[in-house]
């Protein structure tokens, strides 16, 4: 049998291509918003290039095709006959080859070996699943020595002692699991895997206007990868709950039960993600719901069944006790209250940032069910708000919201600059109409009938097809 290679490869890059919005109509012109992300494309690669430059003096020479491919998009950038097609073509491969050669630089050249406890947590999970074993059963210490962790880089506690076990839920180590047996012995260059097929995925299904501008939030992302943050894994999870939404609402669900089990705060933002469930379900709303909750429990479960039957306690202890008062807590600190007022030297103990985040929890699931219609989308912003009263909130668990956050913003943008310019009280009378943005295009405008302004009903069914057509 004869495989037409060459037929496939051409049908997958027209696929890509338009995927990508690369053959768009060269008659449309870039707009603003496209030559800012054009500039900070351009600015990316030429900062890579310095960075070079200043850490790998004797091969300087290797910067110079960066830094003219960042000039090169910000002479572009000034055309006034730049296309849009190609204005977002030149953004994302400059994005794309600052991000390659800014990982390669740093994960080959300046840090050779892994940085954080957490990603040593991985490598131990992914060795002992092949070896067949529990790693649940198992300390993360020797590893630590292997890489010659110093005792700064520990996890600490309270009472002095110092964190030596796997804390993450299975996906965390099972995601990585078939890289290091396909030779990727380095489970950064897997995690950064996860953190290309993100951004892929948001520039690819955003508005062609907003594609160039939605890859400037992740240019520092790639520096985090390579000093071993494992988050974009459960990021990616995120993404994919965000885009699934506007076309099946179970399989977002169980995304994001795939996103808790890869790092239990993503839960955080599933009681969000039911109310607006609720809120968007035309009819049989509790049944939808609780089907929703169950779907999001099955993705959590499902990956971590085998550990939990193989050790029910270990498991326990390992991935759900930790949240709970009770046993030695790590040592708060991060970028939230907690670090600020540990540096007014204050020290509350763990139990006064848990009630406390329990508090604004509470208070923003409220203010979402009871402000919905204009903060429907925000559901990826309550995390952070939650978080930073967290008692350890590191930029890890803050930052990484910005993936799901950033997709959103960028493809319900001209939803929510319709909405916020209308009168407050016409806001109920077309959420359902709000509620067909991303399941099918708007058939008749027979739904604004109630409303009392027709420039209005006209404004929001064109936000609507504008928005459905993606």
């Keep these: 049998m004869i495989i037409p290679v060459n037929r496939i490869s051409h049908h997958l890059r027209i696929l890509g291509g338009q995927f990508l919005g690369l053959g768009q109509d060269q008659s449309i012109l870039a707009g603003r918003g496209a030559k800012v992300g054009l500039v900070v494309s351009g600015a990316f690669l030429v900062a890579v290039g310095l960075l070079i430059i200043l850490f790998f003096g004797p091969f300087a020479v290797l910067a110079i095709p960066l830094i003219l491919f960042g000039a090169f998009n910000f002479l572009n950038s000034r055309r006034t006959s730049l296309s849009l097609s190609r204005s977002n073509g030149l953004s994302l491969a400059g994005h794309l080859t600052a991000a390659v050669v800014l990982y390669l630089f740093l994960t080959r050249i300046l840090l050779l070996t892994y940085m954080t406890d957490s990603i040593v947590g991985s ?14 059963s198992y300390s993360i210490k020797p590893f630590l020595d292997q890489f010659n962790f110093p005792p700064s880089f520990y996890t600490p506690k309270v009472d002095g002692s110092f964190e030596f076990h796997l804390n993450y839920p299975a996906l965390n180590f099972l995601t990585l699991l078939p890289f290091y047996a396909s030779g990727l012995h380095d489970l950064r260059d897997g995690v950064f895997v996860f953190h290309v097929l993100s ?25 985090l990868v390579a000093a071993s943050w494992t988050d974009s894994v459960w990021a990616f999870f995120l ?71 193989s050790s029910p306690s270990l498991w326990w202890a390992a991935t759900i006790a930790p949240y709970f008062p009770g046993g030695a807590a790590q040592v ?70 910005a993936f799901p956050l ?26 359902r109409l709000d509620h067909s943005v991303g399941s099918g295009p708007v058939k008749s ?20 097809l504008k928005s459905s057509s993606l």
């Design 123 to 136: 490598y131990m999970g992914v060795l002992k699943v092949l070896a067949l074993q529990n790693p649940y």
């Design 332 to 401: 708060p600190g991060g970028v939230g209250l907690s670090e600020i007022l540990l540096d007014i030297g204050l020290a509350p103990p763990p139990l006064f940032f848990v009630a406390l985040m329990g508090l604004v929890g509470v208070g923003s699931l409220y203010l979402y069910s009871t402000r919905f219609s204009k903060s429907r989308c925000f559901v990826w912003i309550f995390p952070i708000v939650i978080m930073f009263f967290y008692y350890r909130s590191f930029p890890n668990y803050i930052f990484y919201w």
């Design 199 to 223: 951004v892929l995925l948001i520039f690819g299904l955003v508005p062609s206007r907003q594609k160039a501008l939605s890859l400037a939030p992740f240019i520092f992302f790639p520096a």
């Design 239 to 309: 993404v994919g709950g965000a885009i699934l939404w506007y076309r099946n609402q179970n399989l977002s669900l169980l995304m994001i039960g795939f996103a808790g089990a890869t790092k239990q705060i993503a839960l955080v933002v599933a009681p969000f993600l039911l109310i607006r469930l609720w809120q968007e379900s035309p009819s049989s709303k509790l049944r939808n719901t609780l089907v929703g909750a169950i779907t999001v429990f099955a993705g959590f479960l499902g990956p971590n069944i085998p550990f939990m039957l």
């Design 406 to 431: 950033a997709f959103e913003f960028f493809k319900t943008r001209h939803l929510y600059l319709a909405l916020f310019t209308i009168p407050h009280h016409t806001v109920a009378s077309f959420n």
């Design 445 to 464: 405008s027979s739904n604004c009938r109630p409303l009392a302004h027709d420039s209005i009903c006209r404004r929001i069914r064109s936000v609507c």
